[in-house]
Every structure is written in structure tokens, then in C-alpha cells.
């Protein structure tokens, strides 16, 4: 796990798992990295503790990462780096009888590899690069000290791309902690922007996440802005 100034390892733990919750109603355990299956939304297959998708190209990286620390089912997994750089299994969806032999033999080979420690640490890494450490870069630029706004800027990088961050900080006026604004007016004024967006979408899928939204408020509403436990995230007890 990469540090933040202001947030403590376990901190980061409870994020984590919070995030799990948002992504799969369930706190993480050393089975969810190897969860998979193929998303009928178009993102292809989903994969591992953090959902990584072929669509989005995390899937892509997490496989070469793990490849190149020589993973036990390293060398049969490269036989299947074509198939991911094309997103060749955005094409399918959740039937299960309409996959081809390649989509079940590789699917049969990310379970198996999920259980590997190295493939462990490359989704770990992956994430850590590529979503966890823009988010703590925005909350620093943007002044936030809150694990809970850690949170909140970690899910929409995880949820909609690090750049979303940004775009959404244009749709409402709330000055920013680091210019001298309030961090709970702002990030109660970012979550309400993100959930307006998240409704809007044209995508009827994505308009059902603010749920994740809500969950989020429900813990600023409880006034646990520094996620202490034990506390209930969507019904789920994290003790």
C-alpha cells in the first residue's frame, strides 16, 4: 500500500474495503482476487479485488505486470495478451453458453492465477499507480485531510477515470480547502455534483450507481469524516 501524508495505513485498509463494498457489496478477502466474470455493460471481463476490466485496460496491465514477476501461470497467460489488447471480450456478455473456448480457457486462468502472491501484488500495484496515487494527488492540490474525502476522490478515480476528478470540480462553485474554502462543504458539493452526473448519464447502467454516492453521504452524515470503525457501509458491518 502506497502512504499518504494524511491518511494512516489503516486507513487505507478501511477505503479499501469500503470501495469493495461499493464495487461488490462484499469486504474484500484474499478470494476476491480471483473473482471474475464478464460484464454485460460492455466492459468485457472483470477481474480481482478491484474489478479491473478489459475495456478500461486494467485488466491489460495487471496481466503484464504479472508476467514480469514471473507468476506461476505466467507463460500460458501470454498467449492471451492479444485477445486483451484487443478488448476482445467486451464483445460477450453474462451468457455464459455463448463464450468461445478462448474466453473460458482465460477466464479458468485468472481464477486459478488469482491465488498466486504475485498476482495479488499486481493488482495491488496497478491500482496503487494508476487510481490511488492521482487520487492523493488531487486531494493534496485540492486541500483535503479527511479519510472520507480520500474516499471520495479515490472512488471516482476507481469509478469514472482519475480525470473525471477534474471535470467534476468545474460543475459547481464550492471554493476548494486549499483556497481557503470548508473540505466538508466541498466534498458534500463535489458528491452532489458526481451524483447529478451519475443520474444524467446516458447509460441506464451507470445511472444506477449513486448508490455509491449515497453510501458516501450516509457516512458524512454520520460525521465519521475519518472512517473510524467498527461502522455499516450499504448494510455491510466493517469491524
Not at 216 to 224: E, V, W, Y
Request: proline share 5%; with cysteine.
Amino acid at each position: 500500500l502506497q502512504p499518504s501524508e494524511e491518511i494512516t495505513q489503516n486507513q487505507r485498509k478501511v477505503i479499501d474495503t469500503i470501495l469493495s463494498i461499493n464495487e461488490t457489496g462484499k469486504i474484500p478477502s484474499n478470494k476476491s482476487y480471483s473473482t471474475v466474470g464478464v460484464l454485460s455493460d460492455g466492459a468485457g471481463i472483470s477481474y480481482g479485488k478491484h474489478q479491473c476490466t478489459d475495456r478500461a485496460g486494467t485488466l491489460d496491465l495487471v496481466c503484464k505486470r504479472y508476467i514480469e514477476l514471473n507468476g506461476q501461470q505466467a507463460e500460458p497467460l501470454k498467449q492471451y495478451m492479444n485477445y486483451l489488447a484487443s478488448n476482445a471480450s467486451t464483445k460477450f456478455g453474462s451468457n455464459t453458453s455463448q463464450y468461445p473456448t478462448w474466453l473460458n480457457s482465460l477466464i479458468n486462468l485468472l481464477k486459478s492465477a488469482g491465488s498466486d502472491p504475485l498476482m495479488q501484488q499486481a493488482q495491488d500495484e496497478v491500482f496503487d499507480k494508476n487510481y490511488w496515487l492521482p487520487a492523493v494527488n488531487h486531494c493534496t492540490q485540492i486541500g483535503i485531510k479527511s479519510a472520507l474525502g480520500h474516499l471520495v476522490i479515490y472512488d471516482t478515480c476507481i469509478h469514472s477515470g482519475p480525470g473525471r476528478v477534474s471535470s467534476l470540480r468545474q460543475l459547481f462553485p464550492e471554493k476548494s480547502p486549499a483556497n481557503g474554502g470548508d473540505e466538508k462543504a466541498w466534498v458534500l458539493a463535489f458528491l452532489n455534483a458526481r451524483r447529478n452526473w451519475l443520474a444524467a448519464n446516458s447509460n441506464p447502467l451507470v445511472q444506477k450507481t449513486v448508490y455509491r454516492i449515497d453510501a458516501m453521504k450516509a457516512i458524512a452524515d454520520s460525521g465519521n469524516w475519518e472512517l473510524v470503525l467498527p461502522m455499516t457501509v450499504r448494510n455491510v458491518k466493517i469491524a
